[in-house]
């Protein structure tokens, strides 16, 4: 069984920053990658972050220079920088992790999400 759990989420203003932290526990074998989500109300749920196991790193175009995934020492928390917040970015924010729970079992593996809510 693989748990994740996000945390750090909260209201902030436009221009502020805040920090998401995302912890997995369980039977993990193998990360094949960290990824963050969102899911802004009346829209679809987005990648817009994620960090392989070897350390190279993406971001979708609206986040890119803003936000920062991090993960230290190949340990099994991921963290989330984010810079310069604007109110388009309010959303649940949801970590997944692509692994291995066992040489031969793998999947995507959810954590419950927290809310990031931008506004003055």
């Known amino acids: 069984q693989v748990q994740l759990v996000e945390s750090g989420g909260g209201l902030v203003q436009p221009g502020e920053s805040l920090t998401l932290s995302c912890v997995a526990s369980g039977s993990i074998f193998t990360i094949v990658a960290m990824t963050w989500y969102r899911q802004a109300p009346g829209k679809e749920r987005e990648l817009f972050a994620r960090r392989m196991s070897g350390g190279a790193s993406d971001y979708a175009d609206s986040v890119r220079g803003r936000f920062t995934i991090s993960r230290i020492n190949g340990g099994n928390t991921v963290y989330l920088q984010m810079t310069i917040l604007k109110s388009e970015n309010t959303a649940v924010y949801y970590c997944?992790?692509?692994?291995?729970?066992?040489?031969?079992?793998?999947?995507?593996?959810w954590g419950p999400g927290t809310q990031v809510t931008v506004s003055s």
């Open positions: 997944c992790m692509r692994g291995y729970e066992t040489s031969s079992k793998w999947g995507d593996y």
